[in-house]
């Protein structure tokens, strides 16, 4: 089979893209033939110029439909799987994929199709559907790309895309990692035979010591407001006899607060091995998200590395993590409750290994690279595929 991946990518890596390769790498390891198709958010400066290249080339970009014309008839493709179309391919993209009859299936890892920042988060931090329905102005009427333009340009592309029809009529099943997900799309008049779940495939483990505890409470990822970082960083204020670690990339909106707790540090962003022995000497990893979330590999890490998780009852989340059973549920934005639950996992040594070895049992049976090349082959089959 070949199939034709396109994909927008982000001015940075992000998780989704790494989340994108595990799934090109899993299809090559199956013997199938995978071409990407490409442009990256960091061609477009950040001049007045720029920005108007990326509102009329969001809204729609004839030129990414007229060279996908040319690749799709010179590779041939027997299924396209789309990703990110902002801000450089758009909806475009679609009309020559149609009108050739390849079937088209589409990875929605946040809900760009219903909110035009995707994370479904206002100015503040809280959750926020507001824009959902059709109502795509209310992220420029509450500014929530934090620059007036950009709202507006974000706001204009999506309410061009649901008003054209270019995306919903141009894909045959949207590859969602949840049910919580199918839901939402569900609601916002997705048909649920088009909707086909696929969740996070199990990251390779370079090492893995399930026989060690543990010292330390673990933070892993960017270290942004929506992420949790703050609640993470005063449930250590509240427990200062337990040390707390975060490894990742400070965002560029992340304001370091006045008078952190001694008995927490930043270790910078980790990869690779450097990764997993952080993993490995965690006792507990912490994922408290107050966003969606699409289907963290952070918390299917930690399982696999037998350690017990902590996250917000909201999302994907819920889904992955059995409260009392292979971790704890919070409610999101609650920095009392996790530091109680930080505090009922970390000293019971008995409590942590079970926590942890159910959570690694329940990764290797539903997320499993062999599980999830199944079910992607299912969701190919549902978008018309003709598999032997």
């Not at 994108?20 to 061609?43: D, I, K, N, P």
């Not at 007229?66 to 799987?81: A, F, H, M, T």
């Not at 839901?183 to 893995?208: C, D, M, T, V």
């Not at 996790?338 to 040594?349: G, H, K, M, P, T």
Request: aromatic share 10%; with cysteine; charged share 20%.
């Amino acid at each position: 089979m070949k199939v034709l991946y396109v994909h927008n990518k982000y001015s940075k890596p992000s998780g989704e893209e790494h989340a994108a390769g595990e799934l090109v790498s899993l299809l090559q390891e199956h013997g199938h033939e995978v071409r990407w198709f490409t442009r990256s958010s960091s061609e477009i400066s950040n001049s007045f110029f720029g920005k108007i290249k990326a509102l009329i080339t969001g809204v729609y970009n004839p030129c990414s439909a007229k060279e996908l014309s040319r690749i799709l008839d010179e590779y041939n493709p027997d299924i396209v799987q789309v990703q990110n179309l902002y801000p450089l391919l758009s909806s475009s993209i679609f009309a020559p994929i149609k009108k050739r009859g390849i079937p088209v299936v589409m990875r929605c890892p946040n809900y760009r199709l219903f909110c035009p920042e995707g994370l479904s988060l206002d100015p503040e931090g809280n959750i926020c559907e507001r824009c959902w329905g059709g109502h795509e102005f209310n992220c420029a009427r509450l500014n929530c790309m934090g620059s007036r333009s950009k709202s507006i340009g974000y706001a204009v592309r999506n309410s061009f895309s649901r008003i054209s029809g270019n995306i919903v009529n141009g894909v045959d099943v949207f590859i969602v990692q949840s049910e919580f997900q199918k839901q939402k799309f569900i609601n916002q008049g997705i048909p649920a035979e088009r909707i086909g779940i696929l969740a996070g495939i199990s990251p390779k483990l370079e090492q893995s010591r399930p026989d060690v505890l543990g010292e330390w409470v673990s933070f892993v990822g960017r270290v942004s407001a929506e992420k949790g970082i703050y609640e993470f960083i005063e449930a250590a204020r509240l427990n200062p006899d337990i040390p707390f670690k975060i490894a990742g990339n400070l965002d560029s909106n992340f304001v370091m607060p006045k008078n952190l707790p001694a008995n927490i540090e930043f270790v910078g962003f980790k990869k690779g091995a450097d990764l997993d022995e952080f993993y490995i000497n965690s006792r507990i990893v912490v994922v408290p998200s107050k966003w969606y979330e699409g289907f963290p590999n952070v918390i299917v890490r930690a399982m696999l590395h037998q350690k017990p998780v902590i996250t917000c009852n909201i999302g994907a989340m819920q889904s992955i993590i059995d409260d009392n059973i292979n971790g704890i549920l919070i409610p999101p934005g609650n920095a009392e409750a996790l530091s109680e639950a930080v505090r009922q996992i970390y000293c019971d040594e008995s409590l942590c290994r079970d926590y942890g070895r159910n959570g690694c049992d329940k990764a290797g049976k539903l997320y499993s690279r062999e599980t999830i090349y199944d079910d992607l082959m299912n969701i190919y089959r549902e978008a018309g595929v003709m598999l032997q």
